[in-house]
């Protein structure tokens, strides 16, 4: 018989991955809560049109990449490819809108790719959107967040943040036609992707992959050259705040975004230690989006930033803590026909003592069996519980981790007793 399989792309996270998941996760909800911006959930699915009217028609995700199908009654819906056509969706829908708002999210997204090491067809993004401020302070605000994360995680040489403008929409279009024009007359010289792209979404040749393509952009009219004033001078005040807060930056004028949304900064927090798929972080402003989903216009900016990546990057550069390994402090044993005795003393210790994590051996075996497994859970102790121990109403406590003989002591006394020895491990730690 053949067996199930996952779906190319779609991967399990096995348990010994998600303390991993846990850190990463915990690390980037306290620094949200510390900036203030607090957590909106919405669907997985939303209609298509959705997709296509904020992501836009001529974007790779919606050309190629995205999981829509009709449902039994014929509607056509959509795993969700990114997080900001929803996120902007459900605070329209919500009237959330007559205030500024500092949201973030989290969770899956599909895209339908070719997978790869740091791209996959479901994979997990962290999403920060504000909504109603217009100003250069809040652009600041993100990168300025963005690399505290990176400080914390250990990472900060590792990554390496690119700005750029894309101006308002109407230098952006007088910047397209000079592009167009340029390119035009290197037609042929242009790969088969770029000249596709020269009709329907010209300025994403600028990033495209391909060297000669690269080469020949080298003389290109410069994004940067055709910024309106307002827009240049949202640009110049950025970089000044950034330069302020000390968050090094370089200045890439080819940087466009894949999504159409996107006017005045754009960025990405780009690293070479996972090759091809380098770019960890990515955002900017989309003032325009929220007037085109048929809502009272209003200031927006905001970012994406990939788990998988991120966990990748912090195993490359392994960048872990030590404890991450660590899921048990303590192993229970229970020798002999002792279960309710351990059953209830596991109890006592998790009421006693919230922080310990306590796993009970169940299914019984030699006390040689039990503890080959509790060296194994790598738990810091076990705590044993034979027939003796049982009678007195004590408990054996053996250090497996360090030379400290083993002790048979009451068992109203072991909480104490745990709780001092985890002093002492903070400070040795410390
Ligand atoms: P790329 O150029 O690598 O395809 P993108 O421009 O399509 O990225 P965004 O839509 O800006 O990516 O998504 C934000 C972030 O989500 C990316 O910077 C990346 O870290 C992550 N990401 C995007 N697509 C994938 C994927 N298929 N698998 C894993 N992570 C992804
Ligand atoms: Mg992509």
New binding site residues.
Partial sequence: MNQFRSIRGMNDLLPEKSPLWQYVETTLNTLFTQYGYREIRFPLLESTQLFCRAVGETT??VEKEIYAFDDKSGDSIALRP?GTAGCVRAVIQNNLLATPQRLWYSGP?F?Y?RPQK????Q?H?FGVEVFGISGPDIDAELLIMTARLWAQLGIGSAVTLQINSLGCSNSRATYRDALVTYLHKRYDQLDADSQRRLERNPLRILDSKNPTTQELLTDAPCLLDFLDEDSAAHFTQLRSLLDAAGVAYTVNPRLV???DYYGKTVF?WVTDSLGA?G?????GRYDGLIAQMGAKSTAAAGF???I??LVLLLETLNALPATIDRQLDAYLLAVGDVQSTALAAAEQLRSALPWLRLQTHCGGGSMKSQMKKADKSNAEYALIIGEDEAKNGQITIKYLRTQVPQQTIALTELPQRLQDEKKCTKQRRD
Wanted: with cysteine.
């Fill in positions: 790779d995700i990114e997204m895209r790719e740091g791209r996959l067809r994979f993004q975004r894949g999504l990405e798929q770019t960890v972080c990515a955002g994406g930033l990939g998988e990546r």
